[in-house]
């Protein structure tokens, strides 16, 4: 079956310019998380939605990110006036309801800010 | 959540078994140990997931003492393709929860 799909795979942006990233997790999985991951790092955790809600914002870096969840499915992250250290790569991963410690990893969008 | 510490890098020579060990000294009773696999340019993987004693999946085993405060990932007979970095992970067992990602371990297979 179709993993987790995201797109742009590569965003090249100008300081200052505003991008969003696309999410489509596996069907059916109503957990979608998103990460940050910079060069030579481990994973950032970024937000969590569980259906449509976020319960878990915490990771967020700053009021320049937001993020949404419509039908349940797609998931949008949005970085306002893009900064120098928001480059990085992008993850995106999804789960399934209940117990479940597997998530389903996207090759993730690469986001190069200049 | 529980910290965890693992060794920044191993190298190993094709055929021969690795083990990567992880220690987790405050992890709780509710917690689960979980290892992820990244290779470059791509999202983690789930490789393996135990509470205690040993788990042996397709890919690797992953062996838990009593006390729970270390556990080791065994690769037998490594392959090049099994370059990657290796994340061990303490994951509270209450559903759907974001995932604590330290640095890793970075394997080099040589040949």
């Known amino acids: 079956g179709a993993g987790v799909s995201q797109s742009p795979s590569n965003k090249v942006t100008e300081k200052g310019k505003d991008v969003e990233l696309r999410c489509d997790p596996i069907?059916?999985?109503?957990?979608l998380y998103w990460y940050r991951q910079s060069l030579g790092q481990g994973l950032e955790f970024l937000i969590y939605f569980q259906g449509n809600s976020a319960p878990d914002k915490s990771g967020l870096p700053s009021d320049r990110f937001s993020a949404e969840r419509t039908g349940g499915s797609v998931s949008t992250l949005t970085i306002q006036r893009t900064q120098q250290e928001d480059s990085a790569v992008y993850l995106c991963a999804s789960s399934r309801t209940g117990p479940s410690h597997e998530q389903y990893f996207g090759p993730g969008t690469r986001l190069t800010v200049t | 959540l529980a910290k965890t510490t693992q060794p920044i890098s191993m190298d190993s020579y094709e055929g021969q078994e690795v083990n990567i060990t992880c220690s987790h000294n405050?992890?709780?009773?509710?917690?689960?140990i979980t290892w992820y696999q990244q290779f470059p340019s791509q999202g983690p993987r789930f490789i393996i997931q135990?509470?205690?004693t040993k788990v042996t999946n397709e890919v690797a085993s992953l062996f838990i003492p009593a006390d729970r405060k270390s556990s080791t990932l065994s690769l037998p007979r490594v392959s090049l393709s099994d370059t990657a970095v290796y994340y061990c992970l303490v994951v509270l067992n209450s559903g759907n929860t974001p995932l604590v990602f330290g640095k890793g371990t970075r394997l080099s297979v040589i040949a």
């Open positions: 069907s059916g999985h109503t957990a």
């Open positions: 135990g509470y205690k």
């Open positions: 405050n992890i709780a009773t509710n917690d689960y």
